[in-house]
């Protein structure tokens, strides 16, 4: 089984920076890609970041390119979420979860990190 733990969130401020950490353990050699999702209040969950592990191609939906930047360790396991230029409105729980088949949709989640950016 695979297990996601999600690190890194708190409360900032506007125009502050953040760093999340996705660690993987148990059956890591099914990772095919990691995504970065969040769920404002009020609002559905949304994917945010991607990252193909075997290459590091990584992929962004528009609103967040320049911003928000996926990377991974492959040694440790752990894919990281670097977000800059915080605004209140990226206030959310923020979730990683994995691919293990391409096409399969993510399937395992993690428990997922709050990050509150204050005006």
């Known amino acids: 089984q695979l297990q996601l733990v999600e690190s890194g969130g708190g409360l900032v401020q506007t125009g502050d920076s953040v760093r999340l950490s996705c660690t993987a353990s148990?059956?890591?050699?099914?990772?095919?890609?990691v995504g970065w999702f969040r769920r404002a209040p009020g609002k559905e969950r949304e994917f945010i970041a991607g990252?193909?592990?075997?290459?590091?191609?990584?992929v962004y939906p528009d609103h967040v390119k320049g911003r928000f930047t996926i990377s991974r360790n492959s040694a440790e396991w752990t894919a990281y979420l670097q977000m800059n230029s915080l605004k209140p409105e990226d206030t959310a729980v923020y979730y990683c979860?994995?691919?293990?088949?391409?096409?399969?949709?993510?399937?395992?989640w993690g428990q997922g990190t709050q990050v509150t950016v204050s005006p």
């Open positions: 979860a994995v691919e293990s088949t391409p096409g399969a949709g993510y399937r395992t």
């Open positions: 990252i193909i592990w075997s290459h590091g191609g990584t």
């Open positions: 148990g059956r890591t050699f099914s990772i095919h890609q």
